[in-house]
């Protein structure tokens, strides 16, 4: 039996938040820990003593949670502790390494119950750090966040939209009134804008470039760091990207910078593409990788950088499954 944690607060001691924030809570739950109401045995909620006007087992039941058993209890006060908070261990018949999931500001109490970790990996377009931190994270168990597809999201969005990606005002007006979520269905990140799913056309390969020019801006940066940072703090995942290490998550647990020549990194991408349906011309791909290079590296924000204490891994001559095997004795080595 495996216990996932969890909670969340709400912002009055009310009916309709009770239900819309436990049913919220159990959701994340159960997206990010890959749950089937079925593998789930028992679930207790223990609420502080501020909350009266409803129990979040009954809310839980209404969600749909109905072959389980469902308890509700009162928390002892906690010097200094959150209020109007709803606290969930979900009892899990499955052989997981439990993702506790903290929502609203709420705060994991006992430390030595969780262990979030975060492992940073960046690096060039075509340095196979997205499917290592794919690899990785399935082999943890935790969540791989890939950065890049939020940058590729707001281009997306500024090209469909015919905003000028030059534009930086222009650009946070346009991610202002957009909604860009990030969910995970079977452990697999989807990236949504305006509920709907892009995962596939971010790929395509006029939203590359565009996606380097609007990571550019500065506010849009910041805004995509909060996001990752909100992630990365309630959850143990691994990320990849540009800046993870050395911007987003100075203090990653674990660090990597991986790179190859740009010549192999071209042919990954286009066999990729190509198996992908896409017609694109070697040359011209080879061209848009280097130029990409320049502008990620020579950004004033956050630029393409090796971290001070990243662990430098050229894979030009390496498989996928040798880079996963290195970076994992080198996560090993420092355990
Ligand atoms: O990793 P990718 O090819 O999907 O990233 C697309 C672009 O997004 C990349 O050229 C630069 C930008 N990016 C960034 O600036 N910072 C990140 N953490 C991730 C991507």
Do not use: W
């Amino acid at each position: 039996m495996v216990v996932v944690r969890g909670a969340t607060t709400i912002a009055a001691d009310d009916k309709d938040e009770i239900k819309y924030a436990t049913a919220e809570l159990l959701k994340q739950i159960s997206s990010c820990n890959g749950l089937i109401k079925d593998e789930i045995v028992s679930i207790v909620f223990s609420s502080t003593s501020d909350i009266h006007s409803y129990y979040p087992a009954k809310a839980a039941r209404e969600a749909g949670y109905e072959g389980c058993s469902l308890f509700s209890t009162m928390e002892p006060e906690i010097e200094g502790g959150l209020r109007l908070c709803i606290r969930v261990m979900v009892f899990v018949e499955k052989n997981i390494v439990p993702r506790h999931i903290y929502l609203r500001g709420a705060k994991i109490l006992r430390k030595d119950l969780t262990s979030v970790f975060n492992v940073a990996i960046d690096g060039p377009a075509g340095s196979g750090k997205s499917t290592v931190a794919k690899l990785l994270a399935k082999d943890y168990n935790i969540l791989h966040l890939d950065t890049g597809a939020m940058y590729r999201a707001c281009a997306l969005k500024a090209l469909e939209s015919g905003v000028d990606i030059n534009d930086e005002a222009a650009i946070v007006d346009l991610m202002r009134n957009v909604k860009l979520d990030i969910q995970y269905i079977d452990g697999v990140q989807h990236t949504l804008l305006d509920g709907e799913d892009v995962s596939e056309r971010i790929r395509e390969p006029h939203v590359s470039m565009a996606a380097s020019t609007v990571s550019k801006h500065p506010s849009v940066r910041m805004h995509m760091a909060e996001k990752q940072r909100e992630i990365a703090h309630k959850m143990s995942c691994v990320l990849d990207g540009r800046d993870i290490g050395t911007f987003v998550l100075p203090d990653a647990d674990f660090k990597f910078y991986l790179t190859a020549t740009p010549d192999v990194r071209a042919k990954r991408r286009y066999d990729e593409l190509l198996a992908k349906g896409h017609k694109v011309d070697f040359e011209e791909l080879k061209k848009e990788i280097v130029c990409r290079d320049e502008q990620d590296i020579n950004r004033k924000i956050a630029p393409l950088k090796l971290a001070e204490d990243a662990t430098l891994v050229d894979t030009s001559d390496m498989t996928i499954e040798e880079v996963v095997a290195f970076l994992k004795r080198k996560m090993q080595e420092k355990i």
